[in-house]
């Protein structure tokens, strides 16, 4: 059977969606098709905000990644004619040798990176949000800011709707037979022929991509929003986004007022709580939101006072927490996009064009080594 198109994303998530708006963008005959619909709660890209920052302690590599995302974002913005990334700063505190403040520092040092290190003191004087032990930094990344992830998913599907993308919601992809030429794609409501695929179905990666069945584990996440004592205290310009490094209690993120509901504030990776992507989330419960008022107490005093609301998100963790953006290691006409280990979002508009390069091209010029199964796993199969 002729393929009807050159490219199929499956999953319209993040990755997917602007994964679509490159290749569509590139003159492909692309195919869509999601679930749901777009940033749905069961996905992992809802709930108004997502970090960005250019130092990343995560590792060196991902910085000029980072540079590329930064001009793809604004780009985004410039053809929707909408603000989807906002710069406030990244505030990353900690003590000067903790993971997230050392390597950070290091990344700024290595990338030669615009950043203030700032004392106990200098960060009462200008960011009396935070309370620090005396012991601790707050060290300012000014590139940093948040993304709106919904925003950011329909603008890129209402870009590659324009420039002539099919897309389908609520029609779920129940197998892919991929073959030399290309591949068939069966559906809850039908068949598809392309010849090529990009797998970007976030938690459910492992139903399409069996390979990753032992390595990818969706997991449990909660955040919550906080109303500060005085109104004003944490708006944007008073207040930046942050991540905080609390040593053997992990790390925590947050980000000032951007909405109603005020500031918001996770754990990375909240408990580590494994769950099945096919089944409902657990609801929020108590030890959830004792854990996440306890840092707000301690950390956040004057800004983070009542709690207005708190939902479930999902990650989905690789063991070392880094992106897998690779072919299948069985077969070339399928590219696989991991969920990215809870720190993707950011990198959305940059992964979707490597993506779209993998599909089209059969290479991208785009750094990737970090992201292979040959890397992740010791071998291609
Ligand atoms: C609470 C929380 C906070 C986060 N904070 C940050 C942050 O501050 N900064 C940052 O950079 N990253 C952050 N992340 C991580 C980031 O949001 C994720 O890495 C990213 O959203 C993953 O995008 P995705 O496209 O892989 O998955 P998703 O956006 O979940 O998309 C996958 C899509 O595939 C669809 N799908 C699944 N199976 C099928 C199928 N068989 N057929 C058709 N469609 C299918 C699903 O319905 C879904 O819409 C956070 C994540 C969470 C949960």
Known sequence: MPAEFDLAVIGLGAMGSAAASFAAARGARVLGIEAHFPAHALSSSHGDSRLIRLGYFEDQSYVPLLRRAYENWRSLEARLRADILTVTGVLQIGRPDSKIVSGTKASCDLHGLTHEILDKAEMARRYPAFALEDDEIGLLDPQGGYIRPEAAIMGYLKLAAEDGAELHFGERVTAIEPDEDGVDILTTTGRYRARKVIVATGAWIAELVPELAAHAVPIRQVVAWYQPEDGFAAQPGRMPCFLRDEGENGSYFGFPAIGIDGVKIGRHAHFREPIDPTAANPPV?????????????????????????????????????????????????????????????????????????????GGSALPTSLFTFERHFGSKG
């Not at 004792?290 to 006072?305: I, M, T």
């Not at 999902?314 to 070392?320: D, F, I, K, V």
């Not at 990198?347 to 993998?358: A, H, Q, W």
């Open 285 to 361: 419960n108590e030890a959830d939101t004792a854990l996440l008022d306890g840092f707000a107490r301690k950390r956040l005093p004057k800004v983070a006072s009542t709690r207005m609301r708190a939902t479930t998100c999902r990650y989905t963790m690789l063991p070392s927490e880094d992106f897998l953006i690779d072919y299948s290691p069985t077969h070339r006409n399928v590219v696989v996009s991991s969920a990215c280990s809870g720190h993707g979002f950011k990198f959305t508009s940059v992964i979707g064009e490597i993506l779209s390069d993998l599909a089209l091209d």
